[in-house]
């Protein structure tokens, strides 16, 4: 017996609140975004306050009665006392069995978005969503609302995802109607081509989760359309359940990891776990969530995970971000991680699954040699920086296609191209401080757009793009500052590694970005600034023995790389170049994963002190990995490799 508060519009028009047994009873579950909601008493057939926005308030006022009729509903701004944060957090966990058992979910869009011409567009010649609907729309964007962007903020948020994913039956309906904004295109031409992308990036995402909730396979095209159809035209669409337990208890990282480059939020960290776990029967919200910092939550949740069976591998290990004791505390799980801003970030954060037990631990591929300085040269630096982008695609195509188009694909930093005659030839980059129209520039924003400019235009295959970048990283080469570099080098290998763009000022913390050479093959990497800064004073101490200089103790960070480079290097002098060796290890769990969550470890002792992009993912065949493998391991295992081959084939075979 579940007994929670639903509610019911009475004859008189006024809705009414009741304790009932959701078990047994037959309801309606109602999601919806908040959006910017304000306490109001205003409503004429609620006799209560209600947290709403003024569309949603319209909404529940003049055609909510006609959609729910005299069921039972549940609707958490009106079940739910918003007022108090003990019922709020008190209702998370029904929250899953809310939507599994509704007789229908009722999925309230937010005005602005879709509109009847573009899902007449999508549809027009009958072409199917896997098969001309996309291009479709897209054709339609640059037609039709070139100077007016749409926005769905359904799929801005993420709880409404999981109620929407839980539920067998969802009906569409949008509440309310805005006048769609004039767009100065020529702010961001790129930057709102991409936009094009993203809503049906987003429609596509979120239908392939409802679809395979639950069960082993991708969905048919007709199961798209239906969804799709239903989502544009405000309609009804009913899961093929088909004698299948989707809502099995389970693990649920592999599930979430189609996630990877959402750009759903929430308005508190600790809902990327809370929003997410509940569902899959092994995870319990801590009584205390409500003190508990993320860090701690994240823990917990490793915790509980590994308790049940469904052990994960922490992305981020203690041996990273802290000296460990031991090789194997070194692998651990830590609370010192960074905090999410979107849901591919905090998909990013789940390494591949790891069973009952710790990953195995004996696959060391190769010796790598550490270069902590960045190139003198910007060209060198790009080049570098590409090779990586190469060497790991997955990462930076999520990437592009999520956490990096938040900023867009136009750095501002540059003029456009027909403004450039206009700019003095000897104006480095560190001088523009503001853009155009006199605001501010974000230099950490503008190196993520230089970033995904980079990508879309070597690796997407958009000439236009490739040619703008070609321009601006000649510009670059030519007038880039030192901190604009830097950050450069650093944002690339947050994605090279698989973190999102929330993790950088956490980063700065915790790591030094690296080049890592493996064998003839050049990466970025991540090193423990622990480990680093303890490197680096203790090779002060040994060279400076006889003759040591007083010691500073404000002295900055940077001055400690100054120290490595003038007492790694082999022959002693300044300026050469700076090494440190370590070990390049693959940890495994399993043929599904090998390859992934790759890591650095000291010589000698094999505790982690940092991490490498991916050595292979998902997608590549087994010819692709064997000749990566050979390439650049050291150390090859014979039998590892007929294990892939013998696994693949078994793969493609079915």
Request: contains cysteine; aromatic residues 10%.
């Amino acid at each position: 017996m579940t007994v929670l508060t639903l509610c019911q519009f009475q004859d008189d028009g006024l809705v009414e609140r009741h304790d009932v047994d959701i078990d047994t009873t037959r309801y309606l579950a109602i999601s919806h975004i908040w959006a910017k909601a304000e306490w109001r008493d205003d409503i004429p057939n609620i006799p209560w306050k209600v947290l709403a926005s003024p569309h949603k308030a319209a909404f529940l006022a003049d055609e909510f009665k006609q959609l729910v009729g005299r069921e039972f509903f549940w609707m958490d701004i009106l079940c739910v006392d918003q007022a108090v944060p003990d019922e709020r957090i008190r209702v998370v966990r029904h929250i899953p069995n809310i939507y599994r058992g509704a007789a229908k979910t009722i999925v309230i869009r937010e005005p602005g978005g879709f509109a009847k011409c573009c899902a007449d567009a999508m549809t027009a010649d009958g072409n199917t969503w896997m098969n001309g609907a996309r291009e479709n729309f897209q054709r339609h964007m640059r037609t039709s609302h070139y100077f007016h962007p749409l926005a769905e903020p359904w799929f801005d948020r993420l709880w409404v995802l999981q109620e929407a994913v839980l539920s067998d039956t969802i009906q569409f309906t949008i509440c309310g109607h805005v006048e769609h904004e004039d767009f100065d295109v020529e702010d961001d031409l790129w930057g709102y081509a991409t936009r094009f992308k993203q809503l049906t990036d987003h429609l596509q995402a979120t239908a392939y989760s409802w679809i395979s909730y639950g069960v082993d396979q991708d969905g048919s095209d007709q199961e798209y359309n239906e969804f799709v159809h239903a989502f544009l035209h405000n309609g009804v669409v009913t899961r093929k359940t088909a004698d299948v337990d989707r809502h099995r208890r389970r693990s649920g990282i592999a599930e979430i990891d189609v996630h990877l480059n959402s750009m759903r939020q929430t308005t508190k960290a600790r809902d990327f776990i809370l929003a997410i776990f509940p569902q899959f029967g092994w995870y319990v919200p801590p009584e205390n969530v409500r003190t508990m910092a993320f860090g701690q939550l994240w823990l917990d949740l490793c915790r509980q995970a590994s308790q049940a069976g469904y052990a994960f591998l922490a992305h981020v290990t203690r041996g990273m971000v802290s000296d460990s004791p031991s090789a194997d505390a070194s692998r651990l799980a830590t609370d010192n991680v960074p905090t999410p801003q979107v849901l591919g970030d905090f998909v990013s954060m789940l390494g591949s699954p790891a069973g009952q037990q710790t990953f195995h631990w004996g696959l060391k591929v190769s010796d790598v040699t550490i270069d902590e300085r960045r190139p003198a040269e910007v060209s060198d630096l790009l080049r570098i920086i590409r090779e990586s982008m190469n060497f790991n695609q997955k990462s930076w195509f999520f990437a592009s296609r999520g956490s990096l188009n938040l900023y867009g694909s136009y750095p501002r930093t540059v003029p456009s191209p027909t403004l450039l005659s206009h700019v003095s030839s000897d104006r480095p980059v560190s001088t523009w401080t503001r853009d155009e129209d006199g605001g501010e520039l974000d230099e950490e924003k503008e190196a993520v757009k230089a970033l995904n400019a980079m990508w879309l235009g070597l690796f997407e295959e958009n000439a236009a793009m490739g040619g703008d970048w070609n321009y601006y990283s000649q510009w670059l080469s030519m007038r880039c500052s030192t901190s604009y570099a830097d950050r450069l080098l650093r944002l690339a290998a947050l994605i090279s590694c698989g973190f999102g763009m929330s993790a950088y000022e956490w980063s700065t913390t915790v790591f030094i970005p690296v080049i890592v050479t493996v064998k003839s093959c050049t990466i970025l990497g991540l090193l423990s600034r622990g480990y680093y800064e303890a490197q680096a004073a203790l090779t002060e101490v040994e060279d400076n023995s006889e003759a040591q200089a007083p010691t500073d103790t404000n002295q900055e960070d940077d001055d400690l790389v100054v120290i490595m480079q003038e007492l790694t290097t082999e022959d002693g002098a300044q300026g050469n170049e700076a090494e440190m060796e370590a070990s390049f290890f693959c940890a495994q769990r399993g043929m599904d994963y090998i390859g992934q969550d790759m890591v650095l470890v000291e010589p000698g002792t094999n505790k982690i002190i940092g991490i490498l992009p991916d050595f292979v993912d998902h997608v590549r065949s087994p010819e692709e990995f064997a000749d990566r493998y050979l390439e650049l391991c050291e150390y090859p295992q014979t039998r590892l490799l007929v294990d892939v081959f013998a696994r693949m084939d078994t793969i493609f075979l079915e």
